[in-house]
């Protein structure tokens, strides 16, 4: 033990040689607030978190964790839902918010050259003089930074149209779990060779510290045109979108809400939704005018014939936001009408979508719990909403069941475990249910590839890997030691959009 100790003492010593005073924190009071990301049913506290400014001193800080063997988890705004960015015990965080310029930004080209730390957002806002912007949005995208993004695949509500983030991301920089520097892909979408940026973005940070990311910009579309209507069944809805699907439009985005989030988001925002409505569906239309002009009608008449109680289209700028505000504070504003919540992340084909609900909702109603459904309705990603109360540890206990039992549904219906969260520590179980042993060890192989001594994010994803235990639900966890914090799964959406285990491009979910 004496000499255990001494390892920790010398790693630590070595560590704040290469961190100035403010950039490393060794503090338990400091260190808390790194216990866990967006699902706090999963906690555990890091030996150290330290604060890199460029990418020379995350690779420092990486070889220094190989040469010690001390495991590490890189980490952005925290808002994950899987658990993909808690601590490893007796490990380190490599916090990258300070890590937050945009080096380079060509309108020409249309792209940008960015740090992970940046947020999401600040991206359009820097583009936006030049008339582009960043397409992948996740409703976190006011806090969520690049850098999760991309170890997530995160998506966003206008994902349907326009992909995930491995669609528009052109190359980057990784620091490997072996300290080495690598860049792959480049300026281009047409990069000879092996897609490495797409087995890069959705890994979960499983490789190593992606340092730089090289994103696209498109064009601001000319018109943009958004439509909401109001349905007495939530069912009713989902038939909706298969028929807006049906006709042969492709909306840039098709948003499910049922009563509770529409309840939920009133109480929050105000954003405007009919609170008579068993379901609300937002679809947007963008492009060039006179197409968009030419979709609507046909959307118009889709949409009437679909039997709503109201239809109501933007008619400007500010109304359009503020429909589009009821929906991205979705998940924050359930914590008006709940104490507690855990979100759920799973994918069904479009075909089975009602089946889907239907199934959430007779599981709800079996486990004695409330469900709001949100969910990205053009591409089948659900994402319903437990609420509990967490202070009880019985009904946290059956929130996590109902959870469970509705990712075997996802399955069951021909969908998957994740459609933006990731697999993380929370879905890793359901692994095999849906790949075969061959597929899951070449799996393994490829992150072994980047990472043979496991140091990078180890104990997500892969089920039989050493991972946090779970305790009770009694609050924080002592030194190295994980625990079960209470089941708000979710105070804040969060990004992601793994291709389970091993990352991969591609423009929709399964």
């Known amino acids: 033990m004496a000499m255990e100790a001494g390892r920790t003492a010398a790693f630590l010593a070595a560590l704040r040689r290469l961190y100035p005073p403010g950039a490393m924190h060794t503090d338990p009071a400091q260190l808390a607030a790194y216990e866990c990301d967006g699902l706090t049913v999963f906690r555990a506290r890091p030996l150290a978190v330290v604060l890199p400014t460029s990418r020379e001193q995350v690779a420092a800080t990486v070889r220094l964790c190989r040469e010690h063997g001390v495991p590490f988890v890189a980490r952005g705004s925290g808002t994950s839902l899987s658990g993909a960015a808690v601590p490893v015990p007796g490990g380190i965080v490599i916090a990258l918010n300070r890590m937050n310029r945009i080096l380079h930004l060509d309108p020409d080209q249309r792209l940008a050259v960015v740090e992970p730390g940046v947020v999401n957002l600040q991206i359009s806002k820097a583009a936006a003089p030049y008339g582009l912007y960043y397409a992948p949005d996740p409703s976190s995208q006011v806090i969520c930074t690049i850098g999760g993004n991309v170890s997530f695949n995160s998506g966003g509500a206008h994902c349907l149209k326009y992909g995930m983030t491995a669609n528009h991301v052109l190359g980057m920089k990784v620091v490997l779990a072996t300290g080495e520097t690598v860049e792959v892909g480049g300026a281009s979408l047409d990069v000879a060779g092996p897609d490495l940026p797409g087995l890069f973005t959705g890994a979960e940070g499983q490789f190593g510290v992606v340092v730089e990311v090289t994103v696209r910009l498109l064009p601001r579309p000319e018109a943009v045109r958004t439509v909401l209507a109001a349905y007495q069944r939530l069912e009713q809805a989902g038939d909706a979108v298969s028929a807006v699907v049906a006709a042969g439009l492709l909306p840039a985005a098709m948003e499910i809400m049922d009563r509770l989030a529409i309840e939920a988001a009133e109480a929050a925002v105000g954003a405007g939704y009919p609170r008579d409505a068993g379901a609300v569906l937002i679809v ?227």
């Open 284 to 510: 947007e239309l963008d492009g060039p005018r006179d197409e968009v002009e030419a979709d609507l009608r046909r959307l118009m008449a889709v949409i009437e014939g679909s039997g709503p109680q109201a239809v109501r289209l933007a008619r400007d700028e500010a109304e359009r936001m503020r429909l589009w505000k009821g929906r991205k504070s979705a998940f924050s504003a359930v914590g008006h009408i709940s104490l507690g919540y855990l979100v759920q992340d799973g994918v069904v084909p479009r075909t089975r979508l009602g089946e889907a609900l239907a199934r959430i909702q007779a599981l709800a109603a079996r486990h004695g719990l409330r469900v709001a459904n949100v969910f990205h309705a053009g591409d089948g990603n659900l994402h319903p909403l437990i609420l509990l109360d967490d202070r009880s540890p019985e009904t946290v206990e059956r929130a996590e069941e109902l959870a469970a039992a509705i990712i075997e549904a996802c399955i069951e219906l021909g969908g998957s475990i994740t459609g933006e969260h990731g697999v993380g520590l929370e879905k890793r179980r359901f692994l095999p249910r849906l790949f075969d042993p061959v597929t899951l060890d070449l799996m393994r192989r490829i992150r072994r590839a980047f990472d043979p001594d496991e140091l990078a994010n180890p104990g997500k994803v892969f089920p039989d890997e050493p991972a946090p235990a779970r305790g009770t639900a009694a609050g924080p966890a002592p030194r190295d030691e994980a625990s079960r914090g209470p089941a708000e799964g979710g105070r804040g959406a969060g990004p992601g959009d793994p291709v389970a285990a091993a990352g991969g491009r591609r423009g929709e979910r399964r």
